[in-house]
């Protein structure tokens, strides 16, 4: 419709230039010119405009909204139709979850050998945990009912029945057990029971401190080794700083403080739980000696009441 319009009207501007306008009054021949060739180009200004937005309009509804190229060059890289190659590509690739192994990998590498130290004294830590528990879950050393069932037999003078309510297997047990062996003999030396008493439980402590100097050792080194390496990551930093000269760029000074910290942070997750685990050990340890001392007390205490009282009894019996 609209190509036909501009047809009729180009037909009608070209009649009329052709013919000439009607004659009216006394308008001269040189007016009546320019009056039809203004005509003229309005006319044809007009059809123009009328032509060039009818074709905008038809090219508008037709034209697709991607292009092949971009197309192929999208579906090419593994990303929908939709994606802008150009624009959203880095921020596809910069959301994409990164591998554990990948990244583990990448902080070793920048660590160095000091984070390849942090991870072997982390991997021993373990070890000495996972023993040391499995340990203190066989033996359960803070256990003491037993121990409490045999005291109070052993107060009533029942000693065969106080030996056996004992769990050797226990090291307060154990040395409890002893103890009330050595005095039910009538001919016991209680200084050379005391040094054989202190002997055993020497051993089994020192059976239970096991592995834990160890532990102490990595709870220490671990922050040390953690501010060596900040400190050659600040030294290569200002190392590659000097050698770029007044050409500095970021990205080289970022590179050593990101060492730096990373070592440092390593460092820290190393120590702290370590730290923990050695403290609730040693604990656990001066919790079982202090028990382990007690009930030796005890026993030896308790023996002697008893014999006191046998020996009123005997003297009142005696007198009487």
Not at 77 to 94: I, S
Not at 242 to 268: F, N
Request: with cysteine.
């Amino acid at each position: 419709m609209s190509t036909d319009n501009t047809v009729d009207a180009t037909a009608m501007a070209n009649e009329t230039t052709a013919n000439g306008p009607a004659p009216t009054g006394t308008v001269a021949p040189a007016e009546t010119a320019q009056t039809d060739s203004s005509v003229v180009n309005a006319a044809l200004d007009s059809t123009n405009n009328a032509a060039v937005n009818t074709v905008s309009s038809d090219n508008a509804d037709s034209v697709p909204q991607s292009t092949p190229a971009a197309d192929a060059t999208a579906s090419e890289n593994g990303l929908p139709n939709d994606v802008n190659v150009d624009g959203t590509v880095a921020d596809v690739a910069a959301n994409t979850p990164v591998d554990l192994m990948t990244q583990l990998q990448d902080f070793l590498t920048v660590g160095g050998p000091v984070v390849w130290i942090l991870m072997g004294f982390s991997v021993i830590a373990l070890c000495i945990v996972l023993v040391k528990i499995w340990q203190f879950a066989l033996l359960r050393p803070e256990s003491t009912g037993d121990v409490r069932k045999s005291l109070l037999a052993w107060r009533k003078g029942e000693n065969q029945e106080a030996i056996a309510a004992l769990k050797t297997r226990r090291p307060v047990s154990e040395v409890t057990s002893m103890a009330m062996h050595g005095l039910s003999r009538p001919s016991a030396d209680h200084s050379l029971l005391k040094e054989e008493l202190e002997r055993v439980a020497t051993n089994r402590m020192n059976q239970l401190r096991a592995f834990l100097r160890p532990l102490e050792v990595i709870a220490t080194l671990s922050p040390l080794l953690g501010l060596l390496g900040t400190v050659l990551g600040m030294i290569v930093a200002f190392q590659q700083m000097e050698a770029a000269g007044s050409q500095v760029d970021p990205s080289v000074l970022s590179g050593g403080i990101w060492q730096a910290l990373l070592t440092t942070a390593v460092g820290l997750v190393v120590a702290i739980p370590v730290v923990a685990i050695h403290t609730w050990l040693e604990r656990k340890v001066e919790r079982v000696s202090a028990l382990m001392n007690d009930s030796v007390t005890q026993v030896f205490t308790s023996h002697q009441s008893v014999s006191l009282s046998r020996a009123k009894a005997e003297e009142i019996k005696r007198a009487a």
